[in-house]
Nanobody, 129 residues
């Protein structure tokens, strides 16, 4: 069984940086898509970044490309999201998620909420002006 627990959220000023962590169990073997999603009040949950635990490839939402970096520890039990140059509109609850995925799953469904069946509880990120 896969279990996910996020941490590292908090408050930062616009332009600041924050590093989120997700402790994962049950993902050290097998092929998983492991991703970060975010949801602000009144908005739908959106995919931010995804990494394939088997292939090591990453994909980012256009809005965060060049500023955010997703990574997975060598033992595959910790997922990270390094967020730089944060903007106020990126204030949201950030969630980590995972699902068993093939190469085609990663390419076609890696940033889609409906793909994921394992979710963490979320960690709040607040970016002030």
């Amino acid at each position: 069984q896969v279990q996910l627990v996020e941490s590292g959220g908090g408050s930062v000023q616009s332009g600041g940086s924050l590093r989120l962590s997700c402790a994962a169990s049950g993902t050290t073997s097998g092929s998983y898509c492991m991703a970060w999603f975010r949801q602000a009040p009144g908005n739908e949950r959106e995919g931010v970044a995804v990494v394939s635990s088997f292939y090591g490839m990453t994909t980012y939402a256009d809005s965060v490309k060049g500023r955010f970096t997703i990574s997975l520890s060598n033992d595959k039990d910790t997922l990270y999201l390094q967020m730089n140059s944060l903007k106020p509109e990126e204030s949201a609850m950030y969630y980590c998620a995972a699902f068993l995925c093939s190469y085609s799953d990663y390419l076609l469904r890696g940033l889609l909420e409906s793909s994921y069946n394992y979710w963490g509880q979320g960690t709040q990120v607040t970016v002030s002006s």
